[in-house]
């Protein structure tokens, strides 16, 4: 007989709240954000890594939340789509066209968003390198290189 281990309580710090939750020991942090917390920016798409539509940032870093167990994110600091609200990310990705449907669209701008927070600008390579590590079906990658290049070019200012 299989016997699954009961939930174990967390604490995770997500968009600069402290939340408690329960969750298996197997729980990814894709499950935990969209079920346990209602964050449904981060989407399920392949679910082994490939697509990053699940993709938020850690600690500052991009990260695919299907290939991370909840457990493994405690006492990080975890951002979604949901806490990048009116960052120059955000608006250039609105003014630039840079999303059809939508689906893949937080994922990309997770890491777009911490591409722009990079020390030191990066070149077209660098910038082409990160997109690689997500996969739009809709649109070509024009719109979306368009949108973070004004955003490194310094045409969006932070909301203060």
Not at 76 to 102: D, M, N, S, W
Not at 108 to 126: G, Q, T
Request: glycine share 10%; hydrophobic share 40%; aromatic share 6%.
């Amino acid at each position: 007989m299989l016997v699954l281990k009961e939930k174990t309580a967390i604490k995770l710090r997500v968009n600069g709240a402290e939340h408690e939750l329960f969750v298996r020991p197997a729980e990814i942090l894709l499950d935990t954000l969209r079920e346990g917390l209602g964050l449904t920016g981060a989407k399920p798409g392949c679910l082994n890594g490939d697509c990053g539509a699940c993709t938020v940032l850690v600690d500052g870093q991009p990260v695919k939340s299907c290939l991370m167990l909840a457990a493994e994110a405690v006492g990080k600091e975890i951002t979604t789509v949901e806490g990048l609200r009116g960052t120059p990310t955000q608006r250039a990705f609105i003014e630039k066209f840079a999303f059809q449907c939508g689906y893949c669209t937080s994922g990309f701008l997770m890491v777009c968003h911490a591409l722009s927070k990079l020390p030191e600008r990066p070149d077209d390579a660098a910038l082409d390198h990160w997109l690689e590590s997500n996969i739009c079906r809709c649109t070509c990658y024009e719109e979306i290189g368009a949108a973070v290049r004004a955003v490194l070019n310094g045409e969006y200012e932070e909301n203060k």
